[in-house]
């Protein structure tokens, strides 16, 4: 399957390059898009692609490909509606959008949203397991801890090709644009406190909002938020399931912890299953599920099958095959709304405004 790529900063190259590169039995990337020649160059050299845009609109004018790759950072809505718009197929990381408005205007067509950690085998794993169990229904509590260095520690292994000739005006129009798209969200009055939730909200915990749809479904309520520390600190987040039980989030930006580490934790009436996630950008690090059940009986299972890899063959299944992605366009918006639940539940916690849709 010919496609393109949109953006190629780190997730691209750290992630996506190697994965290509490796899986030409599935795909043959024909185009590559980034607002720095430096990186497009980069890029395009490592995967042979001989289309190289600056230009979103003149790519998809130019074609020579059957569906895109949206990886560039930030909101994706505009991308997205111009892919649609023109009959690509698009697999666009998260977040879909920074608002539901720009969701809303969205046309009709094959669109998958990127949350690797959906298609990672421990979590699949974990679901048959809770399958077996009973489901949603056995569930008293999820808990989540995320403990986050910063992303140049991440990356310091990848030897990144760094932007260094993008235009400084066109960079200043472009966060003009994203902080008019946070207030459309949160109002215009939403102050950086909450704005800065939100950004952490969409940008990062929207992993494990994802993780609670697939095993519970979309957090019914948001009863209680709470930052601390100097931004993006530390977070913590709660409220009920849909079904039963409650969750709770605790996110903790540390900037020199040695190791990233996620852990999500599902206790039922019997016993308990937990996943521990490495740092998203290490290749094939397996992810651990421990269940734990009966009289202190512990079993342990690894995979070190790539989640990225398993996610990118799904979205060939999809375009080639029909095979439905685990998030549409619907699981895109419902974490848009939940991450505005989280906003405005500690704006109004704090006595802080909050308008836009978030109201």
Same mark, same amino acid.
């Given at each position: @399957?010919?496609?393109?790529?949109?953006?190629?900063?780190?997730?691209?190259?750290? =992630?996506?390059? !190697?994965?290509?590169?490796?899986?030409?039995?599935?795909?043959?990337?024909?185009?590559?898009?980034?607002?720095?020649? *430096?990186?497009?160059?980069? =890029?395009?050299?490592?995967?042979?692609?001989?289309?190289?845009?600056?230009?979103?609109?003149? @790519?998809?004018?130019?074609?020579? $490909? +059957?569906?895109? #790759?949206?990886?560039?950072?930030?909101?994706?809505?505009?991308?997205?509606?111009?892919?649609?718009?023109?009959?690509?197929?698009?697999?666009?990381?998260?977040?879909?959008?920074? *608002?539901?408005?720009?969701?809303?205007?969205?046309?009709?067509?094959?669109? @998958?949203?990127?949350?690797?950690?959906?298609?990672?085998?421990?979590?699949?794993?974990? +679901?048959?397991?809770?399958?077996?169990?009973? /489901? !949603?229904?056995?569930?008293?509590?999820?808990?989540?801890?995320?403990?986050? !260095?910063?992303?140049?520690?991440?990356?310091? $292994?990848?030897?990144?090709?760094?932007?260094?000739?993008?235009?400084? /005006?066109?960079?200043?129009?472009?966060?003009?644009?994203?902080?008019?798209?946070?207030?459309?969200?949160?109002?215009?009055?939403?102050?950086?406190?909450?704005?800065?939730?939100?950004?952490?909200? #969409?940008?990062?915990?929207?992993?494990?909002?994802?993780?609670?749809?697939?095993?519970?479904?979309?957090?019914?309520?948001?009863?209680?938020?709470?930052?601390?520390?100097?931004?993006?600190?530390?977070?913590?987040?709660?409220?009920?399931?849909?079904?039963?039980?409650?969750?709770?989030?605790?996110?903790?930006?540390?900037?020199?912890?040695?190791?990233?580490?996620?852990?999500?934790?599902?206790?039922?009436?019997?016993?308990?299953? +937990?996943? =521990? $996630?490495?740092?998203?950008?290490? @290749?094939?690090?397996?992810? *651990?599920?421990? =269940?734990?059940?009966?009289?202190?009986?512990?079993?342990?299972?690894?995979?070190?099958? +790539?989640?990225?890899?398993?996610?990118?063959?799904?979205?060939?299944? $999809?375009?080639?095959?029909?095979?439905? !992605?685990?998030?549409?366009?619907?699981?895109?918006?419902?974490?848009?709304?939940?991450?505005?639940?989280?906003?405005?539940?500690?704006?109004?916690?704090?006595?802080?405004?909050?308008?836009?849709?978030?109201?």
């Amino acid at each position: @399957m010919k496609i393109a790529l949109v953006g190629c900063g780190a997730v691209t190259q750290a =992630v996506y390059v !190697p994965l290509l590169s490796r899986r030409r039995d599935l795909f043959e990337v024909t185009a590559v898009c980034d607002l720095s020649p *430096t990186l497009t160059d980069a =890029v395009g050299d490592r995967l042979g692609a001989a289309g190289r845009y600056s230009s979103v609109a003149e @790519m998809i004018s130019a074609g020579g $490909f +059957e569906a895109l #790759l949206v990886l560039a950072s930030g909101s994706h809505g505009e991308t997205v509606r111009r892919a649609l718009a023109a009959g690509y197929a698009v697999l666009c990381e998260k977040p879909l959008a920074l *608002t539901r408005a720009e969701v809303a205007a969205l046309p009709e067509g094959r669109l @998958m949203v990127g949350y690797m950690k959906q298609y990672d085998p421990a979590v699949r794993r974990a +679901e048959e397991v809770l399958a077996a169990l009973g /489901g !949603p229904e056995v569930i008293r509590a999820v808990e989540v801890t995320v403990l986050h !260095p910063s992303g140049e520690s991440q990356l310091a $292994f990848a030897n990144l090709e760094q932007a260094r000739d993008v235009d400084a /005006g066109l960079l200043g129009s472009l966060r003009d644009a994203e902080s008019a798209l946070v207030s459309r969200a949160l109002g215009e009055s939403a102050p950086e406190a909450v704005r800065n939730l939100y950004g952490v909200s #969409l940008g990062s915990i929207c992993h494990d909002l994802s993780l609670l749809r697939r095993f519970t479904g979309a957090p019914a309520d948001i009863s209680y938020v709470e930052t601390w520390g100097d931004a993006p600190g530390s977070i913590e987040i709660s409220g009920a399931l849909p079904v039963r039980g409650r969750f709770s989030i605790r996110w903790h930006y540390l900037e020199d912890y040695p190791a990233y580490r996620e852990t999500v934790a599902i206790h039922h009436d019997r016993g308990s299953l +937990e996943l =521990v $996630f490495p740092s998203p950008y290490l @290749m094939n690090a397996p992810t *651990t599920l421990t =269940v734990v059940s009966g009289a202190e009986s512990r079993t342990e299972w690894r995979e070190v099958t +790539e989640a990225f890899e398993v996610q990118l063959a799904a979205f060939h299944a $999809f375009v080639n095959e029909g095979k439905p !992605p685990l998030t549409d366009v619907g699981g895109g918006l419902e974490d848009i709304v939940t991450a505005q639940r989280i906003a405005a539940r500690y704006a109004v916690q704090h006595g802080l405004p909050i308008g836009g849709e978030a109201a």
